[in-house]
């Protein structure tokens, strides 16, 4: 459990620094730009992907995954500012329902009935977490919102894309990664060349550091909850659902009592419900 413990801690590490960019006045582009270059670097050092035939591999994935995860990036970035760490963390953890809903819509899998009393659950865990009125420093209205349901949608979608990648058996899952690395690299990349190409920013080396700090912890969340899934193969309910639950926990511990963020009555509720429902969901998949 120490894998998953450290996992969980690296996720919200990168939540915090999320919280922390506005106040430091962090240019969100540069940070997640170089953020995928250190996380290319210990894709190559730590996983070491092997080169193989890409005649099969599934580009239009790469691709997707390349545009999406940068840009996701920089929506994470602002709903944690706008919403706080606990909403977003929760946002994030139940996208798990959108490769569920996938895998009935387009595999025909046929979910039982606690797995569709799980998914309910977490529809209304979600409308809780929504910050319906003004609370402590998060912005009620439109955009805070859509902001959350944006994330949970993307995130969904990421996770569809990986598995598809990761069902190319041809292809290791590791150099598949080490792959959308790259282009979700040379992605930011040229968007920040453009920014400062325009005069809309400026290079800043400070910048290169908090990204690869950035990406030291974000890379870190994938490294340990791998480690995990092997360290317990027996056992991937546990992972998965420790996973996601101390997240969430750590996440709403650090949002209340360092950040001082304000949740209502609703808001906790909805903490709860995420709770519940990533308990039955797990226990229906397992």
């Not at 387009?106 to 003004?134: N, V, Y």
């Not at 990406?215 to 995990?228: H, R």
Request: hydrophobic share 55%; charged share 10%; with cysteine.
């Amino acid at each position: 459990m120490l894998y998953v413990l450290l996992s969980v801690c690296c996720s919200v590490i990168v939540s915090v620094m999320l919280k922390l960019a506005r106040r430091y006045h962090v240019d969100m582009l540069q940070a997640i730009t170089w953020n995928y270059s250190v996380a290319i670097v210990l894709t190559w050092v730590i996983f070491r992907p092997h080169w193989v035939s890409l005649q099969a591999a599934p580009f239009a994935n790469y691709a997707a995954l390349g545009i999406l995860l940068p840009s996701l990036f920089v929506i994470l970035a602002r709903s944690v500012r706008l919403t706080g760490i606990v909403r977003t963390d929760i946002a994030q953890r139940l996208s798990l329902f959108i490769p569920i809903i996938a895998a009935y819509w387009i595999f025909g899998d046929q979910p039982g009935l606690l797995k569709i009393t799980g998914i309910f659950i977490g529809f209304a865990a979600i409308f809780c977490s929504i910050p319906w009125g003004k609370s402590g420093g998060s912005k009620s209205g439109f955009g805070a919102w859509l902001y959350l349901i944006i994330i949970f949608v993307g995130m969904g979608f990421i996770d569809i894309l990986f598995k598809n990648v990761a069902a190319y058996k041809t292809i290791p899952y590791t150099t598949s990664l080490f792959i959308v690395f790259i282009l979700a690299f040379i992605g930011s990349f040229i968007l920040l060349a453009i920014k400062i190409a325009s005069g809309k920013t400026k290079f800043s080396f400070p910048h290169i550091l908090i990204g690869w700090s950035l990406g030291i912890a974000n890379f870190g969340n994938i490294l340990f909850y791998i480690k995990a899934h092997r360290a317990l193969a027996k056992q991937p309910s546990t992972v998965f659902s420790a996973m996601n639950m101390g997240v969430i926990v750590l996440g709403t511990l650090i949002g209340l009592f360092v950040f001082k963020e304000k949740l209502s009555t609703l808001n906790k509720v909805g903490v709860f419900l995420a709770l519940v429902s990533i308990v039955v969901i797990t226990y229906s998949s397992y």
